[in-house]
Structure formats: C-alpha cells, structure tokens
C-alpha cells in the first residue's frame, strides 16, 4: 500500500488492475445468470477462446453450470 500511496503510476495500475477484476466478476455473474447453457457456452467461448485449450472439459463445464456430456455435445456443434 506504501508504493500505491508514494507512487503514481503504481496507484494508476493498482486502480487498472481493479477495474478488470471487478469486470471479469461482473461478466462471471452475468454468466450465471443466463438460463441456456448454449448461451453461457457461447458467451465464454466469445470472451475467452483459449481457455477451452488450456483448461480440462470437467472443469469448464463446472464454471458454466453443466455435466461434462452437455458441454461436449454443445463444442460439437
């Protein structure tokens, strides 16, 4: 907090990196709110591409509220 308050170009990062953390929570939230899983499948594959290469099928579908068949059945559509 001594580097925030003592340096300007910290405090404007600290406040940038903030900012996009309160966006991905808010994008996250809208995410669960979506009754479709084909939306939610689409609005996270929309917003972050690689992460169905990085990331295992099981836990994707976690996130998005869906069994692991369901989300297969979706990617290969």
Request: no cysteine; aromatic share 8%.
């Amino acid at each position: 907090m001594q580097f925030i308050q003592q340096n300007e170009q910290g405090a404007a990062l600290w406040a940038a990196m903030l900012e996009n953390l309160v966006l991905q929570q808010i994008e996250r939230e809208k995410d669960l709110l979506i009754q479709s899983p084909k939306e939610r499948y689409e609005r996270v594959l929309k917003r972050s591409p690689q992460l169905f290469q990085e990331i295992a099928n099981k836990y994707i579908a976690a996130y998005l509220r869906m069994s692991p068949e369901t989300l297969s059945r979706l990617k290969k559509r």
